[in-house]
């Protein structure tokens, strides 16, 4: 099990930059992965960003080139640097972690609040 907790949401205008943090209650080398997801008003909760197994990267559409995705396992955070933030990221931000055990089971943060807005 893992307990997830993200910071870093707020209030930015567009064309902005906002960085969240996602900090483990253990150690994450060994989790299956970890990654970003929003969720809108009205809409989906969507995947915004991913380290796979094998630390590989992977983006939404929407995002690939404005987003990164990093870690830092000695401090077991997990962070999303979001920059030309457009009206349309606003969501809900979920720090997501997935561990193996019968199945890959699931874990979530409690969200943090991204809002772009002039």
């Known amino acids: 099990q893992v307990q997830l907790v993200e910071s870093g949401g707020g209030l930015v205008q567009p064309g902005g930059s906002l960085k969240l943090s996602c900090a483990a209650s253990?150690?994450?080398?060994?989790?299956?992965?970890m990654g970003w997801y929003r969720q809108a008003p009205g809409k989906q909760r969507e995947l915004v960003a991913i380290?796979?197994?094998?630390?590989?990267?992977n983006y939404a559409d929407s995002v690939k080139g404005r987003f990164t995705i990093s870690r830092d396992n000695a401090k077991n955070t997990v962070y999303l640097q979001m920059n030309s933030l457009k009206l349309e990221d606003t969501a809900v931000y979920y720090c997501?972690?997935?561990?193996?055990?019968?199945?890959?089971?699931?874990?979530w943060g409690q969200g943090t609040q991204v809002t772009v807005s002039s």
């Open positions: 997501n972690a997935k561990i193996r055990s019968t199945n890959l089971d699931d874990y």
């Open positions: 253990r150690s994450i080398f060994s989790i299956y992965s």
């Open positions: 380290f796979t197994k094998g630390r590989s990267t």
